[in-house]
């Protein structure tokens, strides 16, 4: 099982310095680099600047390349909407270029309309724009020239330099999220994200089964792989671990209402009761992993086994009020004690 680091460079205190964020963020990725980590997933925030400095994935994840010697550099997700092709294209192969080969693209339209108004981009476009989009990127990086008449993007004799490191192109993986979209991935054949905040982890056997079941019957090599982003804490015994985890899960929870109640998919809408009554024994059995490397082990495999999971992008602070310390134990944690039980 793949284990990696969903992070958002969250500013850890109310009034933290962009400078402060920044630099916390690069310490914990480096830390992760030197105890084996395999991957490091960055986020894409737009519009939420209490929450956040991580509006510019890839100037970032450029930084990480030059820091470290082994970890794999991700996006979890980027919004291709947002983005224009070509020069999507070319920042990506440059950071895969820059990394020897470290880069994953993960893609997504997000669930945040925020940010697409921020953009002048109509959120109505998201899904037409999203495979617009990642055509285009998939050309740029393949073709020496390429053309291409699109609804809205159009070249003539275009060129992206450089050229991806890895041949033919770096790995993809897409996010899913409403019903819809789970066969849809299936059928093209890519990698699959997908995340737990409303509903339950096991909750996701319908779709996990949907999109297998349409990743197969097109023929595709192997089952159809899928990631699970979920959050989780780690501490030295399960009592330590809840005690810790408690606030900020809950915390994160409650402003989490907001946005399912704004949220574009009808299934987050509908979910938003479910989250305001929840409690935090709810959260532990349905929505998250807390406890001792043991119990964490234990859930973790429960996952592999029922969901088929190849594996988890796991978030170390949602709800953004644990402190770093507790974080960089949780992390030290599972490299050294929980992700040797999946090797």
Known sequence: MEFGWYH???RQVEGQSDADAFDQGFEQV???????????????????????????????AGQIAA???R??????VHVLPLNHPLRLAEETATV???SRGRFILGAGRSGNPRGYAAYGVPYSESRERFYETLEIVKKAWTEDQFSYEGKYHSFDNARAVPRPYQKPHPPIRIAGASEDTFPILGKLGYPLFVSVRSGSLMGLAPDLKAYRDAYDEAGHPGHGEVYLRLSMSVGDNDKRALEEGEPSIMAGYKSLIDRLEGSPNARRRAEAEEVRTATYADVLRDKVIVGGPERVTDRLKELEEGLGIDGILFELNFGAAIPAEVMMRSLQLICEKVMPQFK
């Open 96 to 98: 895969d270029q820059v």
């Open 67 to 69: 820091r470290t010697k």
């Open 71 to 76: 970890i794999k550099i991700g996006t979890a």
């Open 30 to 60: 480096e830390a992760a680099d030197r105890w084996g980590l395999d991957v490091f997933w960055l986020a894409e925030i737009h519009q939420q600047a209490r929450r956040s400095v991580l509006s510019a994935p890839l100037n970032v």
């Open 8 to 10: 958002e460079f969250h």
